[in-house]
């Protein structure tokens, strides 16, 4: 975990420090969310364990919304250095949840995704349309979920923002030039997280624990407005 905090911070520094930038490009987008299912491991409060595997749901459209944005400055090379947020979120079935002895557990007001990253552009490539530009990028950073989980018969509800563990983020798009300034993008994201979640424990319990690696795959569009 501190290896990828320490390399984030590493690149993000890189980025300031790199040669002046040709442009800076601040990006919007909304889009559909998935998560692919994966094994939960570990044990609540109390230490009954955890051992499943969960069929993750996005949910992408219930509020809080999908969502995310970034700034990236580009340089001469087409190279562009920058920080990314996004907002994703995962929801476990309610059968799961009954499996696992929990009434709650979700990542519901964002399993918040923060990286920094690089990214590669290719404008005029396609010479019978100059206005597409694809492009592709690479990040890497932390996970920062709003955990929201409670025990079968608990009165303790887990509930707030943690930091879980290491991200890594894969993008690949295409953008289109409304003018000068403005552009749309469609892209692709996939996003890795390895999760080390801490369960609030009652009166006389040690905290739980839920392990878990998350996949989430999103299909963007969006606007992106470049200075």
């Known amino acids: 975990m501190k290896n990828v905090v320490k390399a984030a911070a590493i690149l993000a520094t890189t980025a300031v420090a790199a040669p002046a930038a040709a442009e800076m490009?601040?990006?919007l987008y909304v889009g559909t969310q998935s998560v692919d299912g994966s094994t939960?491991?570990?044990?609540?409060p109390g230490g009954a364990p955890i051992s499943r595997s969960?069929?993750?749901?996005?949910k992408?459209?219930?509020s809080p919304i999908y969502y995310g944005g970034r700034a990236m400055w580009w340089l001469d090379n087409d190279i562009g250095f920058g920080i990314e947020g996004t907002h994703t979120k995962a929801y476990a079935s309610q059968a799961d949840m009954a499996a696992i002895g929990v009434s709650r557990l979700e990542l519901s007001d964002g399993h918040n995704i923060i990286t920094a990253n690089v990214m590669k552009r290719w404008p005029g490539v396609f010479k019978a349309?100059?206005?597409f530009t694809p492009y592709v990028g690479a990040g890497i950073g932390?996970?920062?979920?709003?955990?929201?989980?409670q025990v079968l018969g608990s009165g303790v509800r887990t509930f707030g923002y943690e930091t879980t563990g290491p991200a890594v983020r894969a993008i690949a798009g295409l953008k289109?030039?409304?003018?000068?300034?403005w552009a749309l993008f469609g892209e692709y994201q996939a996003v890795w997280s390895d999760n080390d979640i801490t369960i609030d424990p009652a009166f006389g319990q040690l905290p739980g624990k839920l392990n878990t690696e998350l996949l989430t795959h999103a299909v963007n569009i969006g606007v992106s407005y470049s200075f």
Do not use: Q, R
């Open 142 to 149: 932390v996970a920062i979920p709003h955990v929201d989980i």
């Open 60 to 62: 992408p459209f219930d």
């Open 176 to 181: 289109y030039d409304l003018t000068e300034n």
């Open 129 to 131: 349309t100059p206005k």
């Open 40 to 44: 939960g491991s570990g044990y609540l």
């Open 25 to 27: 490009e601040l990006s």
């Open 54 to 58: 969960v069929d993750w749901e996005g």
